[in-house]
T-cell receptor, first 114, second 113 residues
Framework: NAGVTQTPKFQVLKTGQSMTLQCAQDMNHEYMSWYRQDPGMGLRLIHY???????DQGEVPNGYNVSRSTTEDFPLRLLSAAPSQTSVYFC?????????????FGSGTRLTVV | ELKVEQNPLFLSMQEGKNYTIYCNYSTTSDRLYWYRQDPGKSLESLFVLLSNGAVKQEGRLMASLDTKARLSTLHITAAVHDLSATYFCAAAAQETSGSRLTFGEGTQLTVNP
């Protein structure tokens, strides 16, 4: 059982480049989310989805796009990378209402924008 | 807007001692999560607390939830070095049914021999 799989694990981008961070889960979870983690700031919600075809903005959505065409996949797109987007990105998934098990997090993508 | 505050942010303790990490949240929430993160690693789910008065224990860690006081605690009993990590609490505003989590800043715990 793979759980939540994120790719790539590491990425270096130049300012202005675009890229997609991939996230896939094999647990048939309805909820999926993207967070960024910066030193001393905990995790902040970027975008989230409560089911296929449904997405919404979180706390820090600017500069990022998402889509949820299938239950399994929830890619995060950086439209034009900026140094302020240097961070560690985590994808997470959960059953509806997060009963019992809470959210399962992927291993993270460490992104550096130069 | 839901805000979550943890204290202390840094905690250095000796092996064998007890201590409590506090997590306050600002608006009504019916679910509270505790996670552990080791350096350079992902988050590991520790506890999910879903009702007022909920108490869960796993090994040397015990978590509780008081929804009236908007407070959750993570109590560490007889700390050991292996518990050194950063601990996060997260809450979901009641109207979101758990779809959006707001995290505290994390408590960096160091257990010294």
């Amino acid at each position: 059982n793979a759980g939540v799989t994120q790719t790539p694990k590491f990425q270096v981008l130049k300012t202005g480049q675009s890229m997609t961070l991939q996230c896939a889960q094999d647990m048939n979870h309805e909820y999926m989310s993207w967070y960024r983690q910066d030193p001393g700031m905990g995790l902040r919600l970027i975008h989230y989805s409560v089911g296929a075809g449904i997405t919404d903005q979180g706390e820090v959505p600017n500069g990022y796009n998402v889509s949820r065409s299938t239950t399994e996949d929830f890619p995060l797109r950086l439209l034009s990378a900026a140094p302020s987007q240097t961070s560690v990105y985590f994808c997470a998934s959960s059953y509806f209402a997060g009963f019992a098990d809470g959210y399962t997090f992927g291993s993270g993508t460490r992104l550096t924008v130069v | 807007e839901l805000k979550v505050e943890q204290n202390p942010l840094f905690l250095s303790m000796q092996e064998g001692k007890n201590y409590t990490i506090y997590c306050n949240y600002s608006t009504t929430s019916d679910r509270l999560y505790w996670y552990r993160q080791d350096p350079g690693k992902s988050l590991e789910s520790l506890f999910v607390l879903l009702s007022n008065g909920a108490v869960k224990q796993e090994g040397r860690l015990m978590a509780s939830l008081d929804t009236k006081a908007r407070l959750s605690t993570l109590h560490i009993t007889a700390a050991v070095h292996d518990l050194s990590a950063t601990y996060f609490c997260a809450a979901a505003a009641q109207e979101t049914s758990g779809s959006r989590l707001t995290f505290g800043e994390g408590t960096q715990l160091t257990v010294n021999p």
